[in-house]
C-alpha cells in the first residue's frame, strides 16, 4: 500500500509541475501574439491615418501610368493581389463584380500586382476585371505599403487619407473596407 501512496504522490507533483511548465509556456504564448499583435498594428500605424503615400506605377498592360493622384477625390481600394494566391482569384472576382458598380457611385479599385504582371493580366482577363492593376519592378508598393501577405487591402478617403487596412479574406472584410473608403477619418 505505501508503495502505491508513493506512486500517487509522485504522479500527483508530476502533474503539478506539468501544470506550472505549462502555464508559463502559456503565458509566453500569450505574450508572443501580443508582441505580434502589437507589430502588426505598428507597422500600418504610419500608412493609416496618412495622407496615401506617393508613388508612380505602370498598369500590368503597359497602358498606363498611375500615381497616388489617381486615387485622391473618391472613395478608393488599394488591393494586392497575387495570382499564385488562391483567396486572391475569388478576391479578385469580387472585385470584378464590384468594380463597376461601385464605379457609377464615383469609387475606384486599383489593383497592385504582386507576382509575375503576365500571370496577372491573363487572370485579370479570365475575371474580367475592369479595374486598373499595376505591376512591381522590384516590389517598391508592397515595401511602401509595408505589405506581408495577399489578398491586402487599403481604403483611401476621397480627401487622399488611408482609412483603413487589413486582409481580404472574407466578403465583409471587403465590405467593411469599401465603407472605409467613404470615410474621412481613420478606423481605429
Known sequence: MSVALIGLWILMISLALYTIVLGRGFLSLQQALRDLKAEFH???????????PAF????????????????????????FLSPACPHCHRVMSQLAELAYRWREQGGVIIGVS??????????????????????????ELTQLFKVSSTPWGFAIAPSGLV??????????????LIKAAELNEPLR
Request: proline share 7%.
Open 42 to 52: 505598428g507597422r500600418f500605424e504610419k500608412i493609416v491615418g496618412n495622407p496615401v
Open 114 to 139: 504582386n507576382g509575375d504582371p503576365s500571370e496577372m493580366l491573363k487572370l485579370a482577363r479570365k475575371m474580367e476585371a475592369d479595374f486598373p492593376i499595376l505591376a512591381q519592378e522590384e516590389w
Open 163 to 176: 482609412t483603413a487596412a487589413g486582409p481580404l479574406g472574407t466578403s465583409e472584410q471587403l465590405d467593411a
Open 56 to 79: 508612380s506605377a505602370l498598369t500590368i498592360d503597359g497602358q498606363q501610368r498611375l500615381t497616388e493622384e489617381f486615387l485622391r477625390h473618391r472613395p478608393a481600394l488599394l488591393v
